[in-house]
């Protein structure tokens, strides 16, 4: 079956800092991938996705990368703020899944100033 | 548009006490889900629907009810509450099951069972 896999946390970086969370996937079909941000006591939003092999999404600095070939989709961003702690998902969804996400286990992220 | 709305918020429940969970989305979508979220397991699909008055089994289905009677809702039942189900559930919805829509989520709902 599908599955997600991210890198082992929580993390920790002060401001400014260099942010990669890494993610690999396995998935039956072709997946479209997402990354999810849970900011303290709220719901998930998307934070970014890519469709097919090669697209790179983005959005509020974050950055990632769809990799077919390594199926990866490590998120970055190359200056975190405070404001950016939250939990991080990374997530797959595939045409035959009834449009159900599957999702990685989650990354806590702190940034201390 | 207020998008997935929950009720309740917060709720804590006795061991066996039974209770329904709100789910309401008015963006006309198809699709719902229900997930429950466990620390370091991410989330984990319990229940979905395909449009109004269908539902199916997700990965962690027992001990929950599901029902859409209404396009716009989705209910999901706990007839006989167990500490294992104390987690944070949201509800999700998705105008289709195209990978590539986006599924959006409610706030969440925090039940403790003790």
């Known amino acids: 079956g599908d599955s997600v896999t991210q890198m082992e946390g929580p993390v920790t970086l002060s401001e400014e800092a260099f942010l990669t969370i890494n993610c690999t996937y396995t998935?039956?079909?072709?997946?479209?991938l997402f990354w999810y941000v849970q900011y303290p006591g709220e719901g998930l939003q998307l934070l970014l996705k890519?469709?097919?092999?090669?697209d790179k999404g983005s959005n509020k600095g974050f950055e990632a990368t769809y990799r077919k070939e390594t199926t990866s989709f490590h998120l970055e961003k190359g200056s975190v703020q405070v404001s950016d702690s939250a939990v991080y998902f990374c997530a797959l969804r595939t045409i035959s899944s009834y449009g159900k996400l599957t999702f990685g286990q989650g990354t806590i992220l702190t940034v201390h100033p | 548009n207020a998008g997935v709305t929950q009720t309740p918020k917060f709720r804590v429940l006795k061991t066996g006490q039974s209770m329904t969970l709100l789910c309401a989305q008015d963006m006309n979508h198809e699709y719902m889900y229900w997930y429950r979220q466990d620390p370091g397991m991410g989330l984990r699909l319990i229940h979905y629907s395909v449009g109004e008055g269908t539902t199916a089994k997700g990965e962690v289905p027992d001990g929950y009810n599901v029902s859409r009677l209404k396009k716009q809702n989705f209910l999901l039942g706990l007839e006989s509450a167990a500490p294992s189900q104390t987690s944070v559930y949201f509800c999700?919805?998705?105008?289709?099951?195209?990978?590539?829509?986006?599924?959006?989520f409610g706030p969440g709902t925090r039940l403790t069972v003790l």
């Open positions: 998935a039956t079909g072709y997946p479209s």
């Open positions: 999700a919805s998705s105008y289709d099951s195209d990978p590539y829509n986006e599924q959006f």
């Open positions: 890519a469709t097919k092999a090669d």
